[in-house]
């Protein structure tokens, strides 16, 4: 991490590979966020959406991309074998203790001028993990880092949906408190998330090339920032980007006699961010 530097650490699946709905979004992410905040972006190390933004810091051929790797991952029937990172880039944990300490100090900012983030993309059972440590961090007050850090939970498609519904439930039962996530940001599309950090880290668009496809399907350009004089972080402007705690707010919790409503495709039901 010291010899990389910090920089945008993504969370995700290892099964979600190039046939998952989410894997070219994530690397045209990636790819786009290297750009607009010249920082080493971090991964597990794996595959699925792990490689896919490695792909995209390694497309945007500007930032140091590095993976902290655990022997065998979710779904994987040998020792794991990933060769898309050069060598020296990355490294091997026996144990997922290290590796989640690892990936969190990789996002730590020790300055004013780091830029870097925790971004959540799409994941199983070692995602939630990832997610919940970093929450009990922010929560405790021990992430260690010396400057507010982005935290992003990117619900493509509705995936953490059901995520939201539990914790509405656990602040319904009083076992969370709903200003311990305030820091931490749900984005329903990749551009939101890009406009985020570019709007959290005081950046400016100036310029570029067409970007083939766009962040969410669409013919977007790739941003090349300045910063802007003074910073002035809101997301009142932004759609599709609210605090955590602020979707708690507006969701009904099912011992109330209703259910979170789902921004899944097919859903009957409507977005979790209805009204926000």
């Not at 010249?38 to 794996?46: L, V």
């Not at 590095?66 to 040998?78: F, L, T, V």
């Not at 939630?128 to 939970?153: M, V």
Request: proline share 5%; aromatic share 6%; charged share 15%.
């Amino acid at each position: 991490v010291e010899r990389l530097g910090r920089g945008v650490v993504y969370f995700g699946s290892a099964r979600l590979g190039e046939g998952s709905p989410y894997y070219e979004r994530v690397v045209e992410l990636a790819r786009e966020v290297a750009l607009l905040l010249r920082s080493t972006c971090w991964t597990g190390g794996g595959p699925g959406m792990m490689r896919a933004a490695s792909e995209g810091g390694l497309a945007a051929g500007c930032v140091a991309v590095g993976g902290i790797k655990i022997s065998r991952e979710a779904g994987q029937d040998s020792v794991l074998v990933d060769d898309y990172l050069a060598p020296g880039a990355s490294m091997v944990c026996k144990h997922m203790p290290s590796r989640k300490a690892a990936l969190m100090d990789a996002g730590i900012r020790l300055t004013e001028a780091d830029r870097t983030a925790y971004v959540f993309l799409p994941g199983g059972l070692g995602t939630l993990d990832e997610l919940f440590a970093l929450l009990t961090l922010i929560q405790l007050n021990k992430l260690g880092s010396r400057h507010p850090i982005p935290c992003l939970i990117l619900n493509l498609d509705g995936f953490y949906d059901g995520l939201i519904s539990l914790l509405a439930q656990f602040e319904s039962d009083g076992v969370l408190a709903r200003a311990e996530l305030r820091t931490c940001m749900v984005a329903n599309d990749c551009s939101a998330a890009l406009n985020y950090l570019l709007d959290f880290y005081a950046l400016v668009p100036r310029g570029a090339c067409r970007s083939p496809g766009g962040l969410d399907g669409q013919d977007g350009p790739v941003l090349v920032t300045d910063d802007r004089s003074s910073h002035h972080s809101s997301v009142a402007h932004m759609p599709h980007v609210v605090s955590l705690s602020a979707v708690l707010a507006a969701s009904v919790a099912p011992s109330t006699g209703a259910s979170v409503q789902s921004s899944k495709p097919g859903s009957a039901h409507g977005s979790v961010h209805n009204g926000l």
